[in-house]
C-alpha cells in the first residue's frame, strides 16, 4: 500500500508538467485565432478609443475652436443685423433713450412728460450720455456717430447674449440640439427686428439671455446665484417690467434650494438692496430730488393706469394675435417642441405663459412687452427642428425664408419715413449756405413720431404737437388731439399773423387735405416727398411731406 502511494504521488508529480504544458498550447493557440494584427496595433486601437471618448466628454465652454467660431459669427451676424434695420418701430427707441442723452451731454433737447413725473430711471440713457461725452471731448460728434454708436453697441450686446445663449443649450443638450436652437434663435424676424434698436425691451431681452446662461436649470453646469441675479436686478433697474419674467423662475430657484435662509441673506437681499441703493442714487443726482422711479413706475402705470392713455387692447389680444405675431413662423415647432420637453423644460414654458397671462390684464399692450420671453420659446423650437427624421434640412431653409422676408421688409422698407425726413431736415444746419430765415420746423404729425435733436444734432428751432396724458393737472389740454379736432381752426389760432409762421411743416399726406387752404394761403410749397410705409392707418399715412415757406 505504502508502495503503491508513493507511485501515484511520483506519477502526479511527474504528469504536471505536461498537462501544464498542454493547457498552455491550447490558451496560445485561443489567443492567435482571436488576434487580429500584432500587439502594437491592439495599443493604437485603444489610444484611438480613448481619444474618442475623451473628446465627447470634452467641455463645449473650454474648446476654444468653438467659440471663436459662434463669437466671430454672432458679432458679424449682428453688425449686418445693425445696418440693416433702418426703419422706426415705436417712439420709446429714441424718447426714453438717445434723446435723453444728448440732452445730458450737450444741454438742449426735450424731456418727455415721463421723465419730469419721475417714472424713467437715468442708467439706461447714462450709458449712451457717456459715449457722446467721450465722442464730444474727442470732437468727433458727427450726426452719424450719434445715431450708429449707440446702435453699434446694442448689436455687440446682442450678439453676446447669443453666443451665451448658445453654450448653454450646449452645456445642456448635445450639439445638434444646441446648433438648430441657435439656428431657430438667429432667423428670428422678431429679434432681428429688435434687438439692435435703443429700446429697453431689446436691453432688458439681452441681459435675460446672459442672466440664463447662470440661472440653475436642470443639468446647468454654468449656473450662478449671484451672477443670474445681479444680471436680473440690473434688467429690473433699466426696466421694473423685468421682474413679471423673471418672477416664476426667482420662485423656482427658492423653492429648489436647500439652504433658503442662506439664499435669502447672502443672495436676494444683498443684490437686492444694493441695485435700489445705486438705482437711487444715480436717479436722485439726475432729477435733482429724492426720486424712486420703480414705485412711481408701479404707480403711473399699474394704479393710476396712465398707459391706458396710450391705446388699450382686449384681455386676449396677447393669445390671439401679440404672442403669434411675435413668435412668427416658428410657432408650430415652439408648440412640438413643447409637447416633447415639457417635462425638461417646465420652468421656461411656466415663465412664458405666466409672462403672457400677467401682461395680458394690463389693457396697455404692445409686441415688445413680450419679447423678453421669446429666447425661451427658440429652447423648445429648436428642440422640436432637432427631432424631426426627415426634411429637416428643407423644414429649416423653409423656416429661414419665412422669417427673413419680414425681417428685410420691417428693417429696411416699413415705417422708414420718419428717420429719412430727418437726414432731411439735418440739411437745414448749414444756415450758412442760404439767404434763407432762421429755420423753424413744426412737426404736424402724432406726437413723437419722429426722433429729435439726436438725429439733427444742432440747436434748430423745431417743436411738435404735445400729447402728455392728464395727471390731475389743473387747466391740462392735450395739443395734439386738440389739432387734429380742427388743423386749420388750430392752425389760424396758432399763428394769427405770418411774422410767427414756421419757414418748414412736416405731414403725414393724409393731412394734406384738410389744411390745403392754410398751406396756399402762406406760400408754403412742397420740398420734399418720402416714403414712409405701403400700410398707412389713421392718422400715419404712406408718405411725408416737407413743405417751406416762401
Known amino acids: 500500500m505504502t508502495r503503491r502511494r508513493t507511485f501515484i504521488l511520483k506519477s502526479g508529480v511527474q504528469r504536471a508538467p505536461e498537462v501544464n504544458s498542454t493547457h498552455h498550447a491550447l490558451m496560445e493557440n485561443l489567443r492567435a485565432r482571436l488576434r487580429f494584427g500584432n500587439k502594437e496595433e491592439d495599443v493604437k486601437l485603444r489610444k484611438r478609443r480613448s481619444l474618442l471618448y475623451s473628446k465627447e466628454e470634452l467641455n463645449p465652454l473650454n474648446d476654444g475652436e468653438l467659440t471663436a467660431r459662434v463669437v466671430v459669427f454672432s458679432v458679424v451676424f449682428r453688425l449686418i443685423n445693425c445696418l440693416l434695420v433702418q426703419s422706426s418701430f415705436v417712439p420709446d427707441e429714441y424718447w426714453q433713450s438717445v434723446e435723453v442723452s444728448h440732452r445730458m451731454v450737450f444741454n438742449y433737447g426735450y424731456l418727455t412728460w415721463e421723465w419730469k413725473a419721475g417714472i424713467r430711471g437715468f442708467l439706461y440713457p447714462l450709458f449712451f450720455a457717456f459715449l457722446y461725452k467721450i465722442l464730444h471731448l474727442l470732437n468727433y460728434d458727427s450726426v452719424h456717430l450719434l445715431i450708429w454708436l449707440p446702435r453699434i ?8 447674449a447669443d453666443v451665451k445663449f448658445f453654450f448653454l443649450i450646449r452645456t445642456l443638450e448635445n450639439h445638434d440640439v444646441a446648433k438648430w436652437t441657435f439656428f431657430c434663435h438667429m432667423c428670428s424676424w422678431f429679434t432681428w427686428f429688435c434687438c439692435t434698436r435703443t429700446l429697453t425691451n431689446s436691453t432688458e431681452t439681452s441681459i435675460t439671455c446672459l442672466a440664463l446662461f447662470y440661472f440653475p436649470l436642470p443639468g ?23 421682474l413679471i419674467v423673471w418672477f416664476p423662475l426667482i420662485l423656482y430657484h427658492f423653492w429648489h434650494q436647500d439652504d433658503k435662509l442662506r439664499l435669502i441673506t447672502h443672495n436676494y437681499i444683498p443684490i437686492g438692496m444694493l441695485a435700489v441703493v445705486i438705482s437711487t442714487a444715480i436717479d436722485c443726482v439726475f432729477y435733482e430730488k429724492w426720486t424712486l422711479v420703480q414705485w412711481n413706475f408701479v404707480k403711473f402705470n399699474i394704479i393710476h393706469s396712465v398707459a391706458d392713455f396710450y391705446g388699450s387692447h382686449p384681455w386676449h389680444w396677447y393669445f390671439t394675435q401679440g404672442f403669434a405675431v411675435v413668435i412668427g413662423p416658428h410657432l408650430p415647432f415652439f408648440l412640438h417642441g413643447c409637447s416633447l420637453a415639457f417635462r425638461r423644460y417646465k420652468v421656461l414654458l411656466a415663465a412664458v405663459i405666466w409672462t403672457i397671462v400677467v401682461y395680458s390684464l394690463l389693457p396697455h399692450k404692445e409686441f415688445r ?3 423678453p420671453v421669446l429666447p425661451f420659446c427658440m429652447v423648445f423650437c429648436g428642440m422640436s427642428l432637432a427631432h424631426l427624421k426627415a426634411w429637416r434640412r428643407a423644414t429649416a431653409a423653409a423656416l429661414l425664408t419665412a422669417n427673413l422676408l419680414p425681417a428685410l421688409y420691417t428693417g429696411l422698407i416699413h415705417q422708414r419715413g420718419t428717420l429719412d425726413v430727418m437726414n432731411h431736415l439735418h440739411s437745414l444746419c448749414d444756415v450758412s449756405v442760404s439767404t434763407r430765415l432762421q429755420p423753424d420746423v413744426l412737426f404736424l404729425m402724432p406726437c ?3 426722433p429729435f435733436y439726436s438725429h439733427v444734432h444742432c440747436p434748430l428751432k423745431m417743436r411738435f404737437l404735445e ?11 392735450e395739443e395734439a388731439e386738440r389739432f387734429y379736432d380742427d388743423p386749420l381752426l388750430w392752425l389760424r389760432t396758432s399763428f394769427p399773423n405770418k411774422s410767427s409762421l414756421p419757414t418748414h411743416l412736416v405731414l403725414f399726406d393724409v393731412l394734406e387735405q384738410q389744411i390745403s387752404v392754410f398751406l396756399k ?17 389713421g392718422r400715419v399715412g404712406g408718405s411725408i411731406f416737407i413743405y417751406e415757406r416762401h
Open 220 to 242: 446647468s453646469k454654468t449656473h450662478s446665484s449671484k451672477k443670474y441675479l445681479a444680471l436680473v436686478a440690473l434688467a429690473v433697474i433699466i426696466r421694473p417690467t423685468a
Open 369 to 371: 412687452f413680450i419679447y
Open 153 to 160: 453697441i446694442q448689436a455687440l450686446l446682442a450678439a453676446f
Open 448 to 450: 413723437h413720431s419722429t
Open 467 to 477: 400729447c402728455p396724458p392728464d395727471l390731475g393737472e389743473e387747466g391740462y389740454f
Open 521 to 537: 394761403g402762406n406760400n408754403f410749397v412742397r420740398t420734399a416727398e418720402i416714403f414712409h410705409s405701403h400700410f398707412p392707418e
